[in-house]
């Protein structure tokens, strides 16, 4: 698993039958990472008292949030051409008696709140990812006032205690969810905005984790992945009053009946303790897949993005990994051309690949972020150079991820279906290592994890057949 990067924006839909009168219309648009998927599920869910239900089209929508990211690009610019669009619609509506409200949630609304009422004054709410369990307030507000609400704040209180239960599981599917156990980052790394955007670390509480984690596995829910901006920097209070790692929360989680697999991310190599290693060796519920970025394989550069460890670190703790869990396989974040990066660092950078070895990656051009320390760096290295290391890299790393894929074609693995497949009579789920995994069968095995024999590799996810399949048939 990784982040699902700024880009396409994933629309969030849910139940869309008709809306009886007393019911209003919510469409959500969610850019970047799981967090922001988790978040908007979350907004939805303050909002279903008020009437709020899920619509497929923005037209039929009498609200519409854009959750939005910041970590790299034109972001904001992003947002501020979906917003023009948007403001036609709301126009539209408004003619036939209907109104619209807009808001703005997210990385961009934390970073550029008053810029977005300035360049558009048809925006409602502005409010930032802290602050989302007082949306029912800024509806009510900006319903009353007829004016914008702004809502940037980091409140003191930790807005999971004020949230509803979680009606049903979130996306992506109804046998998966996300789970935000810590949010915020005190890291500070050069090219970072999430310091600056979702604020300093904080970690809820494990008697709180516990009671979501087992509402989502009472309905069924029984894989469930724990997100945070540092998931392995976990330190929320227990029961008993002491703090508790990533580790001593998962091993609970592994005791939640029903639940058979547990994921985390995103993790920091820095917080990749003994105790976590260990939790990978001895908990099977814990997916042999993980996603643990490491930014470039240049000490220099490692210092320079205050990363706060070495390449030669990151190999030992991957070492000590796989020590641990032999069929562990990694996923990991890359950023070329930071400031300063020299062809000789990027070769590090390759090196490091070669001999760790990746299973799946995401790799980006580094993207200077107003305010972070690397924006106002000497040697910022030229757009084609970016361009060149990036695909030098991206061709290294698709090669390892075909080789892992390929070496699973003939063996037999366990894949947790969540859905039915693009093809009529095909179900599809997932493997431990997150790859999509495709087999003719019956509706009816969907929410079981089978074993699957792979026969084939696809682009993007593998083929396979059910073992014993007359059994399942
Ligand atoms: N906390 C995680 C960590 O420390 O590895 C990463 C969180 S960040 C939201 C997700 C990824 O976006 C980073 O790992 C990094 O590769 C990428 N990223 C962040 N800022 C960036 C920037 N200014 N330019 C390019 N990529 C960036
Ligand atoms: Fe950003 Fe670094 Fe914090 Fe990750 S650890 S969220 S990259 S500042």
């Given at each position: 698993?990784?982040l699902?990067h700024a ?25 970047g990472c799981?967090m ?32 939005t990211c910041h970590i790299r690009d034109k972001a904001a610019e ?28 997210g990385c961009v609304a934390q970073a550029e709140g008053q810029e ?12 930032g990812p802290q ?21 940037t704040?980091f ?27 810590q949010e915020g980052c005190d890291k500070f790394c050069s090219f970072c905005v999430v310091p600056y955007t979702r604020g300093a670390e904080s ?25 945070g901006q540092n998931?392995?920097a ?32 995103t993790s920091h190599p820095r917080d ?20 643990l970025p490491v930014q470039s394989g240049s000490d220099r550069i490692l210092r320079a993005m205050n990363r706060g460890h070495t390449a030669?670190e990151y ?17 990991s974040d890359f950023i070329v051309g930071h400031p300063g990066e020299t062809d000789e660092d990027f070769?590090a950078t390759?090196?490091l ?9 995401y790799s980006f051009k580094y993207s200077p972020r107003p305010g972070t320390p690397a924006a106002g760096a000497p040697l910022q290295v030229p757009e084609?150079v970016k361009?060149?290391r990036l695909?030098?890299l ?80």
């Amino acid at each position: 698993m990784g982040l699902r990067h700024a880009g396409a924006p994933v629309v969030m839909t849910g139940s869309t039958t008709a809306l009886s009168p007393s019911r209003r219309g919510l469409h959500v648009i969610t850019w970047g990472c799981q967090m922001n998927v988790y978040d908007s599920a979350r907004m939805s869910d303050v909002l279903r008292p008020l009437g709020y239900q899920s619509v497929d089209a923005p037209e039929a929508a009498d609200m519409i949030i854009l959750n939005t990211c910041h970590i790299r690009d034109k972001a904001a610019e992003k947002v501020f051409s979906e917003l023009g669009r948007l403001r036609k619609i709301k126009e539209a509506r408004k003619e036939e008696g209907a109104q619209t409200i807009i808001a703005v949630a997210g990385c961009v609304a934390q970073a550029e709140g008053q810029e977005i009422l300035t360049r558009a004054p048809y925006v409602d709410i502005v409010l930032g990812p802290q602050t989302y369990h007082r949306l029912p307030e800024m509806v009510a507000r900006a319903a009353r006032a007829g004016g914008a609400v702004i809502d940037t704040d980091f409140p003191a209180e930790q807005k999971f205690d004020f949230l509803p239960d979680a009606a049903a599981p979130q996306t992506p599917g109804n046998y998966t969810a996300f789970l935000t156990i810590q949010e915020g980052c005190d890291k500070f790394c050069s090219f970072c905005v999430v310091p600056y955007t979702r604020g300093a670390e904080s970690s809820r509480s494990v008697t709180s984790v516990l009671a979501e984690a087992r509402r989502m596995a009472e309905s069924g829910v029984k894989e469930i992945s724990l997100l945070g901006q540092n998931v392995n920097a976990y330190h929320g209070e227990g029961p008993d009053g002491t703090v508790w790692g990533l580790a001593q929360l998962a091993n609970a989680l592994a005791t939640i009946p029903g639940l058979s697999r547990l994921r985390y991310t995103t993790s920091h190599p820095r917080d990749m303790d003994d105790a976590l290693i260990n939790a990978h060796r001895d908990l099977p519920a814990l997916m042999p897949f993980l996603h643990l970025p490491v930014q470039s394989g240049s000490d220099r550069i490692l210092r320079a993005m205050n990363r706060g460890h070495t390449a030669d670190e990151y190999r030992d703790i991957v070492r000590r990994l796989r020590d641990a869990r032999p069929d562990l396989a990694l996923s990991s974040d890359f950023i070329v051309g930071h400031p300063g990066e020299t062809d000789e660092d990027f070769e590090a950078t390759m090196q490091l690949v070669r001999d760790v070895t990746f299973a799946q990656a995401y790799s980006f051009k580094y993207s200077p972020r107003p305010g972070t320390p690397a924006a106002g760096a000497p040697l910022q290295v030229p757009e084609d150079v970016k361009d060149a290391r990036l695909q030098a890299l991206q061709a290294l790393l698709r090669q390892q991820q075909d080789a892992f894929n390929a070496a699973l074609v003939g063996q037999t693995i366990p894949v947790l279906f969540t859905g039915e497949g693009r093809k009529p009579g095909q179900i599809a789920g997932r493997s431990p290592w997150l790859q999509p995994v495709h087999v003719s069968g019956p509706r009816h095995l969907i929410g079981q994890e089978l074993p699957v024999r792979i026969t084939e590799r696809l682009t993007n996810s593998l083929g396979g057949t059910l073992v014993e399949e007359t059994v399942y048939a």
